[in-house]
């Protein structure tokens, strides 16, 4: 109930007599639902969570106690205008950034009912993790490391990158997880300079080096990492290059602690890799909130002037990308704490030879 009351606690600062929740992932956090259709309605500090028939059992099963569960038939858009004339409601907050256009624009025709646009107050609500959110991430982490470690003896040179990436993916399910957090990223070479390359049937060959990029889902939450492995020695120039990312990478998980602010976090990554040379190869945010999605709040990058706080869950990711030579990505997911931080990925840092 903590985080129901929270979340009521918040929307009185705005002006509006009810909230129509879209966003699957906010819908979970506020009633434990875990279908991928649902509407929630919070007003007079109630909670429906309206579904169809297909989810009328499961919801009942699932929802946290309080929340009341509404079975409708469509259309959606009429069910809702009812409930709302009924609990009297005139002032209708939404998910600006959640809501489709379609259903904003049916929203919109209604009589009497004047529109608020609202976004990030379940977000915000969501940056800092409950103690069973913290040990579910954990698990999500030990998941996919265990996974990847046990891939790595598969790595051999004529295997492809969506060779790699398969296997992978399959030991995520033997492990436990519910299903991949991202489509798994593995590129090869000159393919590592794209740091959303996806697996090619492109063949991985010796002494180049192969970003691969991996996470899952277990009981609704994310795990995200990255790391840089290379079939033998690489080149002079490869491992300078991790070597690099890995001190940037080092430098940007010293800076993490309680009330340090996200964008300065960002510097003292970006500002090493700047000096070192390759400032403009390394050309997005140093990481992201993960939780019940693999990319939320808080962003870690220049413009966030969000301020940490315990029990967040970011990634810290620096990456250099050199057109048509290779790339290098190390990431982490940590928790912060109020002193520090604890790595909840438990892999090398050093470069994994095969």
């Known amino acids: 109930m903590e985080r129901i009351n929270k979340f009521f606690s918040e929307l009185q600062h705005y002006n509006a007599d009810a909230f129509l929740i879209t966003g699957t992932p906010n819908i979970r956090y506020l009633t434990n639902f875990t279908g991928e259709d649902a509407f929630l309605l919070a007003v007079n500090e109630k909670l429906f969570l309206i579904v169809d028939s297909r989810f009328t059992e499961q919801a009942q099963e699932e929802v946290f106690e309080g929340v009341e569960v509404l079975e409708y038939t469509p259309p959606i858009t009429k ?31 209604f009589a009497g009912i004047n529109i608020v646009p609202l976004s990030g107050i379940v977000e915000h609500l969501r940056m800092v993790k409950e103690p069973k959110e913290v040990e579910t991430i954990k698990k999500a982490c030990e998941i996919s490391s265990k996974s990847f470690k046990e891939m790595l003896p598969f790595i051999k040179e004529g295997v492809t990158e969506r060779d790699i990436a398969a296997e992978l993916e399959y030991r995520f399910r033997k492990n436990g997880a519910d299903k991949t957090s991202f489509d798994t990223i593995t590129a090869a070479g000159e393919r590592g300079a794209l740091p959303h390359g996806m697996p090619s049937n492109r063949k991985v060959k010796a002494h180049e080096l192969i970003v691969i990029d991996f996470g899952v889902f277990y009981n609704g939450y994310a795990s995200d990492t990255t790391r840089t492995v290379c079939i033998g020695e690489p080149d002079e120039k490869s491992l300078k290059v991790y070597n690099i990312v890995k001190a940037a990478q ?105």
Request: net charge negative.
């Open 79 to 109: 069910f809702v205008y009812d409930l709302l004339l009924k609990n009297k409601v005139h002032w209708l907050a939404i998910e600006k950034n959640r809501m489709s256009a379609e259903l904003f624009l049916s929203l919109s025709e």
């Open 250 to 354: 080092q430098l940007g998980r010293d800076a993490v602690k309680e009330g340090v602010i996200c964008k300065d976090v960002d510097k003292t990554s970006r500002d090493y890799i700047s000096k070192q040379g390759f400032g403009k190869y390394f050309i997005h945010g140093l990481g992201h909130g993960v939780g019940l999605e693999i990319h939320e709040l808080p962003f870690v990058n220049s413009r966030s002037d969000i301020v940490l706080k315990e029990n967040m869950v970011i990634t810290i990711e620096p990456g250099i990308y050199l057109p048509g030579e290779f790339g290098v990505r190390i990431e982490d997911s940590i928790l912060v704490k109020k002193d520090g931080y604890e790595i909840m990925t438990k892999l090398p840092h050093d470069l994994i030879k095969l």
